[in-house]
């Protein structure tokens, strides 16, 4: 396994454009989840999957934002009308469903894919 | 909205010198995890710590959990250059996502 993977890496848009990204999580991890990250700041999140389920979204996911996980395996998150507040590294998650107090091995992160906006 | 503080923000020391970072929260979490982040890359997982007042030594890094599960802190032994980096600790609410720091930016000087 080759770990979290997002494509694409940058990826340059003009306002008011559609842009997409895919994430595919480590094989055997049931949660994936989704995150933005500005410049200078930790991450945020953003919306997270149980499988195919969409389980939990953040108020920071407004309705141009959209996520699917159709097969419960790889992720896609779609931006329409893109605006330059949009313009960030968005990253992709994924762990195990099941983590004890024994066995947290955390998140695994994508490398993410940087958005500009211009 | 940030449930952790992260402090200092900002960090540059000599090779050799050694550092503590704290990470606070009015939050009580599940785990708390710490990651370090370089430029351009996604965050790696460095510990997870889930019990009140554990410690995990890491080489040179050793972090703590507070005994109320609110609060962390990292410190590094002797840092080299190659420990450079973004330092984040994120903090698990219950088994459903994980709320992260404003992070540490750490530099160390040859």
């Known amino acids: 396994d080759t770990g979290v993977s997002q494509n694409p890496r940058h990826k340059i848009t003009k306002r008011g454009q559609n842009v997409t990204f895919r994430c595919d999580p480590i094989?055997?991890?049931?949660?994936l989840y989704w995150y933005r990250q500005t410049l200078g700041q930790g991450p945020e999140f953003l919306t997270y999957?149980?499988?195919?389920?969409?389980?939990?979204k953040s108020r920071l996911l407004s309705d141009r934002f959209s996520a699917e996980r159709p097969k419960g395996s790889f992720s896609t998150l779609e931006i329409q009308r893109t605006e330059q507040g949009d313009s960030a590294m968005y990253l992709c998650?994924?762990?195990?469903?099941?983590?004890?107090?024994?066995?947290?091995?955390?998140?695994?992160f994508g490398s993410g894919t940087r958005l500009t906006v211009v | 909205t940030q449930l952790l503080e992260q402090s200092p923000q900002f960090l540059s020391i000599q090779e050799g010198e050694n550092l503590t970072v704290y990470c606070n929260s009015s939050s009580v979490f599940s785990s708390l995890q710490w990651y370090r982040q370089e430029p351009g890359e996604g965050p790696v997982l460095l510990v997870t710590v889930v019990t009140g007042g554990e410690v995990k030594k890491l080489k040179r890094l050793t972090f703590q959990f507070g005994d109320a599960r609110k609060d962390s802190s990292l410190h590094i032994t002797a840092a080299q250059p190659g420990d450079t980096g973004l330092y984040l600790c994120a903090g698990e609410v219950g088994a459903n996502n994980l709320f992260f720091g404003t992070g540490t930016r750490l530099t160390v000087i040859p």
């Open positions: 999957f149980q499988n195919e389920a969409q389980l939990e």
């Open positions: 094989s055997e991890h049931n949660r």
């Open positions: 998650a994924s762990s195990p469903y099941y983590q004890t107090v024994r066995t947290n091995y955390g998140y695994t």
